[in-house]
């Protein structure tokens, strides 16, 4: 992705510096409390959900062909219209559209707690959906514009960074505890309680200037084309983990999918004001980093998934211990966002940080190829756990703080939302992909084995040839890992000494850089 003209003029310098703040918020501190929970809130609620679903299928008496669209009918409508939600952020204004995601999040997950069928709780999620599409994108943005000192920046994207890659494994333990001590109603009703808090810190502490909104009209062509796109992007996904690769409806939706997203590319280097304007994405950094970090979330939402059955069904534990289980890695994100990113963000070039950190990760991963049936926790799961946390931890901050680099503020939303967009579409596909890898891998050992001695024990068996099929898939989770390790170490060069000497020769200082990332 070579960096464009408009990338490197200095006119667009120029704009960026006029629309900084002239001054630091003084709030700025609490306003991170109250969209940190905000963040929290939609990340968690894409794997809270998951430990309630067995018992929601049985109390609603839910299909097993039905059951999947629990998970499916919210990432379907967030992953869709994310850049849509980025993009309404921009233009009514990003507190605005913050307090609106979370009120419409709290209402749609109070909806789904009070299901008494399987159409209210479906509908009840991809109404979540919606909301986090609008909530996601704003939070993201509101940090980017509100947060514009190189140091405290560094230090916000760290903790914002930890949360967004830590969510999903609280999530686990969080609908563990709700699930096995209170109802799996709870683990919907419980945003209500996050979203409440978040809109009264929002409507005290979080503010936002006027002249950083996008007045332009909203380009609808290129919301109908993303959307659909996006949508039959992760709805092929799902359908080629249920039905096959091969199948018809799996090849007409990546074929519909290439030929919208191809279209909406078209008409937005058309449009006089874009949906998503190319320069968003052009950018070699910006562009590294929602590819690369998209690529890494492939194969960590894979690896939940099977560490979450390891755990449960192989080994025993309870839907308690198995998120208490998933706590080392919750613990080595955090350390690797705010005690290494943020401490080195402004020391070293992002690469340096985020190549080396997927790197970490995929070792992490490398170790989880060795999976037994009797495999210990505490010589193999958690060395693996706390190598993936540190190295995803370590990555997720700059790559969060690299999402808006040097985008003007009118478009900060709609940057936003690409980040959030990758690591979405990236779940669903790693889900759907490697869940599909584990299956085969499984079937295929258990027709080279079904003769054997050990066949006489099927519990054993099935065990055997189910850890067999992860390890397949997370053999192909690394080597995807490495590949994003790859393409950030490529495409993302902020912080060279290149960039730090353009920047002085336009007479800014460091504190003055979109993305504080200073060569050392």
């Keep these: 992705m070579p960096e464009t003209p408009a990338d490197k003029a200095p006119t667009l310098d120029k704009a960026d510096r006029t629309a900084a703040s002239p001054a630091l918020d003084p709030q700025r501190w609490k306003a991170l409390a109250f969209i940190a929970i905000a963040q929290l809130m939609v990340v ?9 679903l067995p018992h929601a299928q049985a109390d609603l008496h839910i299909s097993d062909s039905n059951r999947q669209w629990v998970i499916t009918a919210y990432s379907l409508a967030f992953g869709g219209l994310l850049l849509f939600g980025g993009r309404v952020a921009d233009l009514w204004g990003r507190k605005r559209a913050f307090i609106i995601g979370l009120v419409g999040f709290a209402l749609a997950s109070a909806l789904g707690g009070a299901a008494v069928n399987t159409g209210m709780l479906l509908g009840a999620r991809a109404l979540q959906g919606v909301f986090g599409a609008l909530l996601a994108p704003a939070a993201l943005s509101l940090l980017a514009v509100t947060f514009t000192e190189a140091k405290e920046r560094a230090t916000a994207f760290g903790i914002f960074g930890a949360i967004a890659g830590a969510g999903g494994a609280v999530g686990l333990l969080l609908g563990g505890v709700l699930t096995q001590y209170v109802n799996w109603r709870w683990s919907l009703y419980v945003n209500i309680v996050f979203a409440i808090v978040a809109v009264l810190g929002a409507v005290a502490f979080i503010h936002e200037r006027e002249d950083q909104r996008n007045r332009n009209k909203l380009d609808i062509p290129g919301v109908l084309l993303a959307t659909s796109g996006l949508v039959a992007l992760v709805y092929g996904f799902t359908k080629a983990e249920e039905d096959g690769w091969g199948s018809g409806v799996t090849i ?20 006089k004001a874009p949906l998503l304007p190319l320069r968003v994405v052009a950018n070699r950094n910006r562009g590294g980093v929602y590819l690369g970090l998209g690529l890494a979330v492939i194969g960590m939402f894979g690896l939940f998934l ?38 080195l963000m402004n020391r070293l070039p992002a690469r340096l940080l985020m190549g080396p950190g997927l790197f970490v990760a995929a070792i992490g991963m490398l170790l989880l190829t060795q999976m037994k049936v009797d495999s210990s926790y505490w010589t193999l799961i958690l ?12 990555s997720f901050m700059p790559a969060m703080s690299l999402a808006t680099y040097k985008v003007q503020p009118q478009d900060a939303g709609v940057a936003s939302a690409m980040i959030n967009t990758s690591q979405q579409v990236g779940g669903s596909i790693g889900t759907a992909l490697l869940n599909t890898i584990a299956a085969s891998a499984t079937t295929t050992w258990i027709a080279a084995h079904v003769a054997s001695p050990a066949a006489a024990d099927k519990v054993l068996f099935a065990k055997e040839a189910a850890v067999h099929g992860y ?42 850089v979109a993305i504080p990332v200073i060569a050392h």
């Design 383 to 394: 060395p693996a756990e706390l190598l993936l946390g540190l190295g995803m931890g370590t």
């Design 471 to 512: 390890s397949v898939a997370i053999w192909w989770a690394v080597g995807i890992m490495v590949a994003a390790s790859l393409i950030v170490a490529v495409f993302v060069n902020a912080g060279s000494h290149d960039a730090a000497a353009a920047a002085a020769a336009e007479g800014e200082g460091a504190e003055d």
């Design 306 to 343: 099977f560490l979450t059955y390891y755990l449960q069904w192989v080994k025993g534990y309870s839907p308690v211990m198995t998120g208490v289980a998933f706590l080392p890695m919750v613990v080595g994100m955090i350390t690797g966002s705010t005690q290494i990113g943020a401490r």
């Design 44 to 52: 968690l609620d894409a794997t809270v959900v998951n430990i309630a």
């Design 252 to 271: 007409g939706l990546f074929v519909a999918s290439a030929v919208l997203l191809a279209a909406f590319v078209f008409v937005e280097s058309k449009v």
